[in-house]
């Protein structure tokens, strides 16, 4: 099989790069402000300054955890024609998703910026649903018609109601990763029903340098009780929050990621986990963080080559643009680091939002969608042998012949990618009869085509009450009303 597969580092640096972080691991440590994780850390092995909330892992007990990192991961989804089984590292491909939190939009009937709303989430939800190549997503818009205490209740209880693919909770506050799960319980028809298909999976993210927020360490502790797959993104940040140096900002980041794993194993050995991160680099010039760049894009190959190393499933984040419209920018900026993170290896990916992780459009997701369906076409190679090879049809066909009308072109054309009508491939022509129109406006009649005519099978009516009620609760709690 004639197959691309990245290896950007060697082994001899992945094995300095596991023993430098290792090192900041045992002699730096990292802080994890709740008093269970410290008690868990202790009980594992593991030093612990209670003054400072900081532990210190001795590499023994990294060791010991890596052994029970699950090597495959299942993710599941309310329709199980949906669910996400990964049980090769080493040869399936990448699992795309979108992530989550833009607050505004790109308006695609007057193609400006706004505030986004529940509607644009219910929208979105919509499309991705449709798009056969994103496979999971967060809850991608944090929507501003709701009172900012209760964003998230409401954006998980419209994403259960409008999708049936895998969601992803990342985690804030125990109150809120509490009103999730018994969102999960009701969909699941009860807590057991649940536990045997955790219907959404957690991600934490890190406060870097070598720092935990403690809600979301306590958030992350009540999902494990559950056995619900973890993923940890470190965000570092190479020049302001890690050492400038590729080889420092993937150390240190490593150094975060690992010692979540530590504590996602210690706490329960054989929780899912998938070891992620996001070592991203500041534009000096603008003081910005830059989410698609060179050094941002062979960054998640390393990932990738970093997962392998330690045989467990890998998580980053790739597809972040820092332009602000479907153009140019945004089509070489997706292209180059999703194209990286899919031939490294990454196991599980998520992005797909516009300007720097600020904003978001469904036809941008519609044009994510059709990358990922060319990056998969990359990644199945092809086949090298008699049949394929076709020598006696060379011959047969001879010089000057044609290939056109063969029963071998016909049964082996679909070997090649075709792409929806979103790509243009035909002929000028052809092209200025239609309309001349560009992709994006290309992209504008497809999301109307699927609003019109696709909607997710919805939610039995008293789960959809219940999950209602939930969101009544947290406002309650909080003191606001979103009526």
Request: aromatic letters at 6%; a negative charge.
């Amino acid at each position: 099989m004639a197959q691309p597969i990245l290896n950007y580092m060697s082994r001899e640096e992945l094995e300095s790069l596991h023993n430098a972080s290792c090192r900041v691991l045992e002699k730096t440590g990292v802080n994890f402000p709740d008093s269970e994780a410290l008690d868990i850390f202790a009980a594992g092995g593991c030093k612990v300054d209670r003054s400072k909330s900081r532990v210190y892992i001795p590499p023994k007990v990294v060791e010991d955890c890596l052994k029970t990192v699950p090597r495959e991961m299942h993710l599941y989804a309310r329709d199980p024609k949906n669910d996400i089984h990964i049980t090769d590292l080493r040869r399936r491909y990448p699992s795309f998703g979108a992530m989550m939190g833009t607050t505004h939009v790109l308006d695609m009937k007057t193609r400006t910026r706004r505030p986004a709303t529940v509607q644009d989430l219910v929208e979105a939800n919509t499309v991705i649903d449709a798009c056969e190549n994103i496979e999971q997503l967060e809850t991608v818009i944090a929507p501003q018609d709701v009172p900012l205490e209760v964003t998230w209740q409401h954006a998980f209880a419209t994403t259960f109601k409008t999708t049936t693919k895998h969601v992803i909770l990342t985690v804030e506050t125990p109150e809120m990763t509490r009103d999730v799960l018994e969102m999960g319980f009701a969909i699941a028809g009860g807590e057991k029903e649940f536990r045997d298909r955790p219907l959404f999976s957690g991600i934490v993210l890190t406060v870097p340098p070598l720092n935990n927020d403690g809600p979301c360490v306590s958030s992350i502790l009540q999902l494990v009780k559950y056995n619900i797959p973890i993923r940890v993104s470190a965000g570092t940040m190479g020049g302001a929050s890690v050492p400038v140096t590729l080889a420092g900002l993937l150390a240190e980041s490593n150094a975060e990621a690992l010692s979540w794993m530590v504590l996602v194993q210690l706490a329960n050995p054989g929780n899912p986990f998938a070891l992620g991160m996001n070592p991203r680099i500041m534009d000096m010039r603008h003081g910005t963080v830059s989410l698609s760049s060179p050094e941002w894009a062979l960054m998640r190959a390393c990932i990738g080559d970093i997962g392998r190393f330690y045989n467990i499933p890998s998580h980053c984040f790739m597809m972040v643009p820092a332009s602000k419209l479907l153009d140019a920018q945004a089509g070489y900026e997706k292209a180059m680091t999703g194209l990286m993170t899919a031939l490294g290896g990454v196991t599980l990916a998520l992005g797909m939002i516009m300007d720097s992780q600020n904003q978001s459009c469904p036809a941008d997701f519609l044009f994510a969608n059709e990358l990922v369906g060319a990056f998969r076409r990359i990644l199945r190679g092809f086949e090298v042998n008699e049949e394929n090879l076709a020598v006696d049809l060379i011959d047969q066909v001879g010089p000057g012949g044609r290939y056109l009308h063969t029963k071998h072109t016909m049964k082996h054309y679909r070997e090649h990618w075709y792409p929806s009508r979103l790509i243009e491939r035909r002929s000028w022509q052809e092209w200025h009869d239609a309309g001349e129109k560009d992709t994006w406006q290309r992209a504008v009649e497809m999301v109307e085509q699927i609003l019109a005519t696709h909607k997710a099978t919805p939610l039995p009516d008293a789960v959809s009450a219940e999950l209602d009620r939930i969101v009544a609760n947290a406002e309650k709690r909080a003191g606001v009303s979103s009526r």
